[in-house]
T-cell receptor, first 115, second 115 residues
Framework: EAGVAQSPRYKIIEKRQSVAFWCNPISGHATLYWYQQILGQGPKLLIQFQNNGVVDDSQLPKDRFSAERLKGVDSTLKIQPAKLEDSAVYLC?????????????FGQGTRLTVV | AQSVSQHNHHVILSEAASLELGCNYSYGGTVNLFWYVQYPGQHLQLLLKYFSGDPLVKGIKGFEAEFIKSKFSFNLRKPSVQWSDTAEYFCAVIPDSGGYQKVTFGIGTKLQVIP
């Protein structure tokens, strides 16, 4: 099966600019995750969707980050305005989302550098 | 909320040495457990997973992990490491409680294997 697709792979922006990342999960996967991985740290969950509904966005900085998953398939994550501390790899992952079948598959990630 | 602890943040081994990376989690119910690996410049990949059954799980590339429920542990082992095992290893836990499942990652362990 095709993997999780993310774009762009790399992005460099100046602080206070806006940026958007795109994710296409594996077909049929109900659960979609966005993670932020800062250099030297483990992935931190930003937001989790079940189909097109948000089930956990407790760690999403909502004053500047937003995410949507229209029609329960593709998803976009936006940062507006960006800060220097947003420099990180943004990972998208998807899973079937059933009890006993919770393996998450990850995309290549988008490396964001804010200067 | 669940949490995951990885106690060894940076491990350096010579080739052919044995490896054991610690992972402890906190959650009172049934869990699914994972080890992910991230090779330099690549995306997170699943190394092995535990859902139920035999607590000794074998994964790819000669890795195995043992789930010890009484110790809330899921340590990763490999009897003889190779230079190509140089990577960052992440332990992750998902409660298997129905509904949506939130993945929590540990901080990661960087393994450096010296030829």
């Amino acid at each position: 099966e095709a993997g999780v697709a993310q774009s762009p792979r790399y992005k460099i922006i100046e602080k206070r600019q806006s940026v958007a990342f795109w994710c296409n999960p594996i077909s049929g996967h109900a659960t979609l995750y966005w993670y932020q991985q800062i250099l030297g740290q483990g992935p931190k969950l930003l937001i989790q969707f079940q189909n097109n509904g948000v089930v956990d966005d407790s760690q999403l900085p909502k004053d500047r980050f937003s995410a949507e998953r229209l029609k329960g398939v593709d998803s976009t994550l936006k940062i507006q305005p960006a800060k220097l501390e947003d420099s990180a790899v943004y990972l998208c992952a998807s899973a079937r989302g059933r009890v006993g079948d919770t393996e998450a598959f990850f995309g290549q990630g988008t490396r964001l550098t804010v200067v | 909320a669940q949490s995951v602890s990885q106690h060894n943040h940076h491990v350096i081994l010579s080739e052919a040495a044995s490896l054991e990376l610690g992972c402890n989690y906190s959650y009172g119910g049934t869990v699914n457990l994972f080890w992910y690996v991230q090779y330099p410049g690549q995306h997170l990949q699943l190394l092995l997973k535990y859902f139920s059954g035999d607590p000794l799980v074998k994964g790819i590339k000669g890795f195995e992990a043992e789930f010890i429920k009484s110790k809330f542990s899921f340590n990763l082992r490999k009897p003889s490491v190779q230079w190509s095992d140089t990577a960052e290893y992440f332990c992750a836990v998902i409660p298997d409680s129905g509904g949506y499942q939130k993945v929590t990652f540990g901080i990661g362990t960087k393994l450096q294997v010296i030829p």
